[in-house]
C-alpha cells in the first residue's frame, strides 16, 4: 500500500508493497492520487519525497491489473493515469528517490518529478512494446525531452535498461548516490526546500513547465487513446499470458 508520514514541510510517501517488488494496483494509484493531491493542497508542505519501501523502488503496473482489465469488455477509466495527471498538475516540488529497480510506470513517473535521486546499480526500463502495449503518462514527449529522441528510442522502442550512472548521464536522473542512500539525500534535498517561500516555489515550478505543458497533456491523451486499444489486442493478451505461465 502507499505510506504517509509528513514532517515539518515535508511529505513522504512510501509504496509499500516488498512482497511484490512495490508493483502498483488500481488502489494504490487511487491512493498516491489522493496523497499528492492533499499535499499539493496543504499550504504547510513545501516538498514531497516518493520512494519504495526496501531496496526497490517500483516494478511497474502490477501484471494482473493488466490482465484484468485486457479481459474486461468495459474497463474502468485508467488509475494509473489519474496519479500520473494528478502528478503533472501537482504545484509542490517532488522529489523521487529510486534504489533497485524502476520499471514501466516505475520509470515515467519520474518524468514528471522535479528531482530524481538514484542509488548507483538502480535500474530503469520500459518494457510496453514487449507486451504488446505502447508508452505512456506523457512519456513520448516527456522522454525527448529529457533524454533526446535517440535515448528515449532505446528505453521506449528497444526496452533497453539504463543504470543509474547512465539514467544521470542523459538526464533522467538528478544525482547519484550509494547504494541505500538515495532516500537520505532526496529528503535532504526535499529539506532545502522546506524553508524557502511555498508560493514563490510553486509559481516557479508552473514557469519552469509552462513551455511544454499542453504538449505533455495532448501526449497523454494520445497515448491513452492507442493504449486502451493495445491493451485489448491479440499481442497484448498473449504477451501477458506467456508473462503469466513462466
Not at 489522493?34 to 514531497?48: E, F, K, L, Q, S
Amino acid at each position: 500500500m502507499i505510506d504517509m508520514n509528513q514532517t515539518d514541510a515535508v511529505v513522504r510517501l512510501t509504496i509499500n508493497r516488498p512482497a511484490k517488488k512495490n508493483a502498483l494496483t488500481r488502489e494504490m494509484y487511487g491512493q498516491l492520487e489522493r496523497c499528492i493531491r492533499a499535499a499539493g493542497d496543504d499550504p504547510a508542505v513545501n516538498a514531497i519525497v516518493i520512494s519504495g519501501r526496501g531496496d526497490v523502488f517500483t516494478a511497474g503496473n502490477d501484471l494482473d491489473d493488466f490482465r484484468a482489465r485486457a479481459t474486461d469488455p468495459n474497463p474502468q477509466p485508467s488509475a494509473g493515469l489519474a496519479f500520473i495527471e494528478t502528478l503533472m498538475e501537482c504545484d509542490t516540488p517532488v522529489i523521487a528517490a529510486v534504489e533497485g529497480i524502476a520499471i514501466g510506470i516505475g520509470t515515467t513517473l519520474l518524468l514528471h518529478c522535479d528531482s530524481v535521486i538514484a542509488g548507483r546499480s538502480a535500474t530503469f526500463k520500459t518494457a510496453f512494446v514487449d507486451l504488446g502495449l505502447v508508452p505512456e503518462a506523457a512519456s513520448t514527449v516527456t522522454m525527448p525531452l529529457h533524454l533526446g529522441a535517440r535515448r528515449a528510442t532505446d528505453l521506449l522502442l528497444f526496452g533497453d535498461v539504463m543504470d543509474g550512472l547512465e539514467a544521470r548521464d542523459c538526464g533522467l536522473v538528478s544525482k547519484v548516490v550509494e547504494d541505500g542512500n538515495a532516500l537520505a539525500a532526496a529528503l535532504e534535498l526535499a529539506q532545502r526546500l522546506a524553508g524557502k517561500p511555498r508560493e514563490a516555489l510553486r509559481a516557479s515550478k508552473r514557469l519552469i513547465r509552462a513551455p511544454w505543458r499542453d504538449q505533455v497533456r495532448e501526449a497523454l491523451e494520445r497515448e491513452r487513446a492507442v493504449f486502451s486499444e493495445r491493451l485489448r489486442s491479440d499481442d497484448c493478451r498473449e504477451a501477458l499470458s506467456r508473462m503469466q505461465r513462466r
